[in-house]
Structures are given as structure tokens and as C-alpha cells.
């Protein structure tokens, strides 16, 4: 348990700190009250992710993230799949940095794991705050995409 990986599938690896990465997942997961159990982030194509969409959640659309939750009580476990082509268009689109925005789509995988939900404006409402907060305590020192 408590292993967290990050991985890249059908797109050209990035420079991130993953070991950041890892460690803020870490802490919103502890910071939730619960435990680090098996993660693995893969960052993907939109093509890819589309496919993953379409064959397991019967959605044919683009989208940022997808997991798959395993969490059995308290331990956190699963996949989160994230699209780095909807990153680069949705940074572009509400004027953030790149590399805000792969934190927060991170963030939000991670909620989910978690059991937040974004179905109605009040899940959604909380999501969002979750992920502004959590956003707000990582020290990106400078990191870019």
C-alpha cells in the first residue's frame, strides 16, 4: 500500500516534480482523514482518454479526467486518467498556468477517489472550493509546463 505513480501513455512525458506531485496527493488524501493506498496517475492524449471514455463509461466527448475507484474503507486506491491536451486548452481558455491547471485537474481525480462528486451545483460548488484550497497551499516554485 501507500504507493503513488505517475506514468505517460500516448503522449511525450513532461518535466513535472513528480515527486511534488505525489506529495501533494499525499496530503489531500491525509488531509481528508483517510489513507495513501495504490494511485496511479496517468497523463494521456485526448485521443486516448476519449477511447477510455468511450469504451468504459459509454461517453463519446472529451474530457479532462477519469478514474477508477478502488478505495476499500479509508485507503485511497485507484487510476486517474488525465488528458494533458484539455490542460493545455483549458489553461489557455480560463487564463491560468499550465501548471496550476494539471495540479487542480489533479486535485480533483484525487476528490473523486475521495467520494466528492460534481453531479449538481452544490457538489460542484464543493468541488471547486476543495480544489482552490489545495491549489492554494502548493509552492510551485517556479515550475512551468
Not at 463519446?60 to 474503507?73: E, K, Q
Not at 494533458?84 to 473523486?112: C, P, T, W
Not at 471547486?128 to 509546463?145: A, C, H, I, T, W
Amino acid at each position: 500500500m501507500n504507493n503513488i505513480q505517475i506514468f505517460f501513455e500516448k503522449v511525450q512525458p513532461i518535466k513535472v516534480k513528480k515527486n511534488s506531485i505525489k506529495k501533494q496527493i499525499s496530503r489531500v488524501i491525509i488531509s481528508e482523514s483517510k489513507q495513501v493506498g495504490d494511485i496511479s496517475v496517468i497523463f494521456c492524449s485526448d485521443e486516448y482518454l476519449l477511447e477510455i471514455n468511450r469504451q468504459f463509461l459509454n461517453h463519446d466527448y472529451y474530457t479532462d479526467v477519469i478514474t477508477f475507484d478502488y478505495v476499500v474503507g479509508n485507503v485511497v486506491s485507484g487510476d486517474v486518467f488525465i488528458s494533458l491536451d484539455r490542460i493545455k486548452e483549458n489553461s489557455l481558455l480560463f487564463h491560468n498556468q499550465a501548471i496550476m491547471e494539471l495540479y487542480r485537474v489533479v486535485f480533483h481525480g484525487v476528490l473523486h477517489l475521495i467520494g466528492y462528486n460534481d453531479k449538481t451545483l452544490e457538489e460542484i460548488k464543493e468541488m471547486r472550493s476543495k480544489e482552490e484550497y489545495y491549489l492554494n497551499e502548493v509552492d510551485f516554485g517556479g515550475e512551468k509546463l
